[in-house]
């Protein structure tokens, strides 16, 4: 009987140095939240991609996320770490050094094309045997569309300051908090003048700019569970539909609907 690509639960038994059995292997995986995976680096690259939920992988001070329908790409030999604050089922596509001569030299997101999340799909939902000629084939034409895709440096920035990190997760945990600038750093018992300049020092933005980023990242994986943009405004904190639509396409540089119609109209 054929069996469907590898599912683990066990998050110790990742893959995490040079184990991986194939120079192209796709390995799909349901986390329960609060996920932790350790920093780690292989002679493989890794196209990272959620199905449902977002993942967050740090390299050094930098964070990227994974909404459906973008993924991460991580160059071989690369240090890395990864959380999901939620349940999320994700894949991540292993690719060996000799085969990423076409693939981006850096870490970033991969704008994919819709045939990406397609394929990966229909590898979900078909039970394959690893060494099945079609889906050693499909492999293939899922990384050959992925050396089309742009890279961008699309992240939001974590830092290792006590304080500030304990106002980023509270805002991960509630992004329709709208508090202003002067209640956070009270929460945190810090003048605003303070939490302005560690946010510019820690992150490299203003608070404000974080916190936008959170919001286009948390809407981009509500549009793909199919949610209404109604809903989406209310659980980001907008008073309006089209307060949120405007800040969505100031970022993405589409409006929502033109981002689920081409992306999720599949």
């Known amino acids: 009987m054929k069996k469907s690509a590898q599912r683990i639960q066990d998050f110790h038994e990742l893959p995490a140095y040079d184990d991986i059995p194939a120079s192209l292997w796709l390995r799909i995986r349901d986390a329960p939240a609060e996920t932790f995976y350790p920093k780690h680096a292989h002679a493989w690259g890794e196209f990272i991609y959620t199905f449902d939920g977002v993942l967050e992988v740090s390299i050094d001070q930098i964070h990227y996320l994974t909404p459906p329908p973008y993924g991460i790409w991580l160059p071989p030999h690369l240090q890395h770490s990864g959380i999901n604050r939620n349940e999320v089922t994700h894949c ?31 590898i979900r939902k078909q039970l394959f045997s690893e ?9 293939q034409v899922l990384l050959d569309s992925l050396t089309h895709a742009e890279l961008v440096g699309s992240y939001l920035p974590t ?23 002067q209640q956070l750093a009270e929460m945190i018992n810090m003048t605003e003048r303070t939490l302005a300049r560690y946010s510019q ?8 700019e974080w ?27 907008y008073a309006s539909s089209s307060a949120f639509i405007y800040m969505f396409k100031r970022w993405m540089h589409f409006t929502p609907d033109q981002f689920r119609k081409l992306y999720q109209g599949r």
């Open 131 to 139: 060494q099945d000629p079609e889906y050693l084939r499909l492999l």
């Open 92 to 122: 991540t596509l292993y690719v060996h050094e000799s085969l990423c001569q076409n693939m981006p030299q850096q870490a970033g997101i991969l704008l994919t094309a819709p045939l990406v999340p397609a394929l990966l799909e229909h």
């Open 201 to 208: 020092k820690e992150l490299g933005m203003s608070l404000h």
């Open 159 to 181: 830092t290792q300051h006590p304080s500030l990190s304990k106002i980023l997760s509270h805002l991960h945990q509630y992004p329709a908090d709208n508090s202003t600038l």
């Open 211 to 237: 916190r936008q980023r959170l919001k286009v990242m948390k809407a981009m994986s509500m549009l793909n569970q199919g949610k209404t943009i109604e809903n989406i405004a209310f659980d980001l904190g």
